[in-house]
């Protein structure tokens, strides 16, 4: 009898380690990255997010909060194509010797966009640095993958093989969550073409504060203007918002549009001499804060392809 009772004591706790299993602890860079994470590691995984909703990774200056929590994890997610620029210095700080994973690692990158007037402002901005060998506009790669949902894609075999090489006994279930959330992706995708569809070619122009929308213009077939550059670390000059402001009215552009990350004032000055009223809000390099309609990645573009459709065709 007693023999029976501990088999099955026994049993039991074996039958409930699982469950008791620590997570893994997993730290990504931003808020985008980090819900794309938490969709593949499911509740096997805890993420923490470096830059949060509604905040600009380009300019993101870490705090110790930031170095410990690195120092207690156990896999890094990066966007990589240079978004991060901080992140080397703060593994070193923190003293973090775990695997990173690039989450873009096989995206097809993409220069800023070739058009002579992105690479006038490219210019423009390089030369304003303080430290002109630092000109990394010149040709840089364009970081904002994640705006085309089939690098998402990529993004998430990527994110699932880090985490199985982290966790071998949850390959199985990194697997097919990562299949899941593709299948999502790819229905996002040809959602976003259909919608996108119905606007006439002609219409299919917008203008931004920050040149994020690269890979979103190639995939969906929209044309966007930004007067700050790929980064968000420089002021446009007054010349640069006057030549914007010329093309707009030449061009009859009437989809106005301030990002979620950028200060809106610039946009709004715009606005106000074109007599185009601003569009809306985008979330181009965060997602919004929780309940406000851009807080998962999925959302996010939602948001967006629903909004510039609206300000095109209303255009
Ligand atoms: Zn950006």
């Known amino acids: 009898m007693v023999m029976l009772l501990r088999c099955i004591l026994l049993a039991a706790a074996l039958f409930l380690a699982p469950a008791a299993q620590a997570q893994v602890k997993a730290v990504a860079s931003f808020s985008i990255l980090g819900d794309i994470v938490k969709n593949v590691g499911g509740d096997r995984v805890a993420v923490m997010t470096l830059v ?49 994973v690039v989450a873009s690692q096989g995206v ?25 060998k630092d000109a990394h506009d010149h040709g840089a790669l364009d970081p904002h993958a994640w705006q085309d949902p089939r ?4 993004y998430v075999d990527n994110i699932a093989a ?20 593709k299948k999502q992706l790819a229905e996002l995708d040809s959602w976003a ?27 969906y077939g ?4 930004a007067p700050v550059g790929i980064s968000t670390d420089a002021e446009p000059s007054a010349k640069q918002v006057a030549g914007l402001i ?28 074109t007599g185009v009223k601003p569009g ?7 997602l919004s804060k929780p309940g406000a309609g851009g807080d998962t990645y999925l959302a996010m573009l939602r948001h967006n392809v629903a909004v510039l459709k609206a300000a095109m065709i209303g255009s």
């Open 52 to 100: 949060g909703p509604d905040g600009d990774a380009h300019v993101f200056q870490p705090t110790p909060g930031d170095a410990k929590a690195l120092a207690g994890a156990q896999i890094v997610f990066l966007n990589g194509l240079g978004f991060e620029g901080w992140m080397e210095r703060l593994t070193q700080s923190a003293g973090y010797k775990g695997p990173v």
């Open 162 to 181: 880090g985490l199985a090489k982290a966790d071998p006994a949850g390959e199985a279930q990194y697997r097919a969550n990562a299949d899941a959330y």
């Open 280 to 286: 809306g809000r985008l979330y181009s390099d965060a």
């Open 193 to 219: 073409k259909g919608e996108l569809a119905q606007v006439p070619k002609q219409k299919r122009k917008v203008i931004t504060s920050h040149d994020a929308f690269g890979y979103f213009a190639s995939a």
């Open 246 to 273: 010329r093309q707009i009215r030449k061009e009859k552009t009437t989809a106005l549009f301030v990002e979620n990350i950028t200060n809106p004032k610039l946009i709004e000055q715009i606005g106000k001499e």
């Open 108 to 132: 097809q990158a993409q220069k800023m966009a070739a058009d002579d007037d992105h690479k006038g402002h490219a210019h423009g901005h390089s030369h304003a640095k303080k430290d002109r």
């Open 151 to 154: 690098n998402v894609a990529r």
């Open 222 to 225: 929209v044309a966007f203007l």
